[in-house]
């Protein structure tokens, strides 16, 4: 059992920890304003489950010929027996991924008395590709946070990793999404519901967000665990993760071409542009002028 870093910085990092043969785990924390690039050579013998717990990411296939993107809290199984698969993956700015890889004979020892519950385990489907993209749920949030975010001893790191991986893939084949046990140190299954209720309503209302204690009460919590299931969730406080989501919905507006500033800092909820101009090149080091003159 080996446990390799691939890339290590202040703001990001990404690691692979090999389980055993044919069983490797890979923890990607994109905490940059920037898209990192991750490329590693996987062959037809691996299944591949991605899962994008915050931000976005892209998969390029074919040389790039054509690629998929996996939205936040989505999860992307990916099986081709008859193709090599490797992995050309584009992780966008503050973005958190975790994959497993595990090869289709470990993973078949997994379910050996159970192939029929798995569709693509099917007597029909087991020598075609297999694709499936679908939400994360409560319970599978928990294990990822869990993976990404405790400390342990680096001598049980491997260990631990192989149970939550075992775990993940638990919940991920649990068609009836049963109740698990939960950490003490996280936040449960009914908080992770209300903390992404808050995140969509202060989405909605970008321009004129309520208050902390107005959002607590909305969603039916108190205002501590707002702010520490929050950061938790989604790895920042709750207007820092507002902010963030602003600046990103104003660049794009910018980059449609559609949009003159003033009619962009009133969406994003400033009332004077040079405020929104401020905030923009606090986020990004540039005006948005200036921005706008480098795309073309």
Aim: charged fraction near 25%.
């Amino acid at each position: 059992m080996e446990e390799i870093s691939i890339k290590n910085n202040a703001q990001g990092t990404s690691e692979e920890i090999r389980i055993e043969n044919g069983f490797i785990v890979l923890k990607h924390q994109n905490d940059t304003s920037e898209t990192v690039l991750v490329t590693k050579d996987i062959d037809c013998s691996f299944i591949q489950f991605h899962f994008s717990l915050k931000g976005t990411s892209k998969f390029n296939f074919n040389e790039g010929a054509y690629s998929l993107n996996v939205g936040e809290e989505s999860a992307l199984l990916l099986y081709n027996p008859k193709r090599n698969l490797p992995i050309n993956l584009e992780i966008g700015a503050n973005s958190w991924l975790v994959s497993i890889l595990i090869s289709i004979q470990k993973f078949h020892s997994l379910f050996s008395t159970e192939a029929g519950y798995i569709d693509f385990l099917s007597t029909e489907n087991k020598d075609k590709k297999y694709y499936n993209d679908s939400k994360i749920t409560p319970g599978m949030a928990v294990v990822l946070h869990q993976l990404l975010n405790t400390t342990l001893n680096k001598y049980i790191q491997t260990l631990y990793t192989k149970g939550k991986a075992y775990e993940l893939l638990s919940l991920y084949f649990n068609k009836e999404d049963a109740d698990i046990e939960q950490c003490p140190f996280l936040i449960d299954e009914e908080n992770i519901l209300k903390i992404r209720k808050a995140k969509d309503i202060i989405i909605a209302n970008m321009a004129e967000p309520p208050g902390l204690q107005e959002l607590a009460n909305e969603v039916g919590l108190n205002v501590k665990k707002l702010k520490v299931g929050f950061k938790q969730l989604y790895g920042d406080p709750v207007y820092t993760f507002l902010f963030d989501y602003k600046m990103e919905f104003a660049r794009k507006m910018l980059e449609s071409g559609e949009h003159n500033v003033n009619e962009i800092s009133l969406r994003v909820g400033y009332s004077t542009p040079s405020h929104f101009i401020s905030a923009f090149k606090k986020k990004y080091g540039t005006t948005p002028k200036q921005y706008v003159i480098a795309l073309r």
